[in-house]
């Protein structure tokens, strides 16, 4: 049975000096999962910021109600994790906002090292919908930048604080000191900008929803195409070394629309043989949730181990949405973001449907069945002049024979069922290229039709 839990306000003397300069803490109701009658031994914190009474607590006493009192913005602040979106969420909107501008860096910091995806949709779905809406109102950054939350939630925070983060940047522009600031603040709003212009279906394209935007550095964006909540196959597209926002974000995202328009395509023919794909649908997620490398730091794995957390996180946080009706899950990556997809699938314990891997310098995995891809459905494209495959940079090549891993054609021909021609992928570079066998055979996996790839 819950409990509701009255607060008491604690007075400035209890929090200390630092807590009078700071908003009062507000009154708020807590549900504590406690059967009447039962006793705790006294205690005088029961968790991150929240202080008890001891007396109320005393050994033996049967509990009725407890009085309590979140700690107070200044107490918040050095929180982290999941224990600093829970106290956030106490707080009002007017003392989230107060305290994100007093600590610009309180959200970065908390992105950067995020509380897991179980954990943050588990506090979702403990939160009624006045303290959701206030959250997302009052940290939309936050908010937007969390797996766990709700994809079409996130959407709504992360275009509300791209847009406001653009307006913010072009104002202060005009006024900032220093050439490196100056420099920095372009870079950034240009970065936006670009995320801005992604967004943008094309003309009878699918709708485009943002899962995540970070400015920082060479920038990271995760853009959706398509559904995530309700689409039956989902893909997603990871990216290897030089794509940065700033510069390839839209032809990533452009990549993910020839995707989706072959594999809305091929639902389309395989009605004949089977009616139930005419209401079948997808979506394909433009993931460039990592920095990639550059020549500087190529031949390093710390951009991988970055990439491995983040993929494993964000598709773990999909199928905890999606519990209960699983979509078809597919990850395909290219080079770089081959390695950290092959590391999330050795290291994590979720697993998806099929890994296609084009490029690929390999990774520590001895064969596809070391990976977490069920029926070991895994699949490696090799072109003629890409010595990549065949480097085994960072482990055991996945397009050796002794490695297990399905042969996915590249290099073009025509197409025994319709008759199209499709083009050849030639260097490091033309997997994704429109019109290609490579990108063909990729549509085919994603929708669960194997059996219709090209060797």
């Not at 969420?89 to 908390?110: C, F």
């Not at 594999?263 to 920095?291: F, I, N």
Request: charged content about 15%; aromatic content about 6%; glycine content about 8%.
């Amino acid at each position: 049975m819950l409990f509701d839990v009255a607060a008491l306000l604690i007075t400035s003397a209890a929090l200390g000096p630092a807590a009078e300069a700071s908003v009062a803490p507000e009154s708020v109701s807590i549900s504590l999962p406690l059967d009447p009658g039962s006793s705790v031994p006294p205690v005088t914190n029961i968790g991150s910021g929240i202080l008890v009474d001891p007396g109320a607590l005393a050994h033996g006493t049967p509990i009725s109600s407890l009085t309590l009192g979140i700690s107070g913005p200044a107490e918040v602040r050095t929180l982290s994790g999941i224990s600093l979106v829970r106290e956030l969420a106490a707080l009002s909107s007017g003392q989230i906002r107060k305290l994100i501008a007093s600590d610009p860096h309180l959200v970065t910091k908390l992105l950067q090292t995020p509380p897991n995806a179980r954990d943050v949709a588990a506090l979702w779905s403990s939160l009624d919908s006045s303290t959701r809406s206030k959250l997302t109102s009052a940290a939309p950054r936050l908010v937007g930048g969390l797996d766990g939350f709700p994809a079409a939630i996130r959407d709504k925070a992360n275009r509300e604080w791209v847009s406001q983060s653009i307006a913010d940047l072009k104002k202060q522009l005009p006024t900032v000191d220093g050439r490196a600031v100056a420099e920095s603040n372009q870079h950034q709003l240009h970065m936006l900008t670009m995320v801005e212009a992604a967004l943008k279906p094309t003309k009878n394209g699918p709708t485009r929803s943002l899962l995540s935007a970070d400015p920082s550095g060479e920038g990271k964006a995760v853009i959706v195409l398509g559904n995530l909540q309700t689409a039956d196959y989902v893909t997603y597209l990871v990216p290897g070394m030089f794509y940065t926002v700033d510069g390839q974000l839209s032809a990533w995202t452009g990549d993910a629309a020839d995707l989706y328009a072959q594999q809305e395509a091929w639902l389309k023919r395989l009605c004949a043989t089977d009616p139930s794909a005419a209401h079948k649908t997808v979506a394909v997620v433009a993931w460039m949730g990592y920095q990639t490398p550059d020549l500087t730091n190529i031949g390093s794995l710390d951009l991988a181990n970055e990439a491995r957390d983040a993929l494993a996180s964000s598709v773990e946080a999909l199928q905890l949405q999606r519990a209960g009706r699983l979509p078809y899950t597919t990850i395909v990556a290219h080079s770089y973001g081959s390695t950290a997809a092959l590391m999330a699938l050795t290291q994590y314990n979720f697993s998806v449907d099929a890994l296609v891997l084009v490029g690929t310098p390999g990774s520590s995995a001895q064969s596809a069945n070391d990976l977490h891809v069920k029926n070991t459905n895994v699949w490696v494209g090799s072109a003629a002049w890409d010595p990549v495959p065949t480097s085994a940079f960072f482990g055991s090549d996945p397009s050796a024979p002794s490695y297990g891993a399905h042969t996915m054609g590249v290099n073009g021909g025509t197409d025994p069922i319709t008759g199209e021609k499709y083009g050849q992928s030639i260097g490091h570079n033309e997997y994704f290229d429109p019109g290609t066998e490579s990108i063909r055979n990729m549509a085919l996996i994603g929708i669960d039709q194997a059996g219709l790839v090209q060797r």
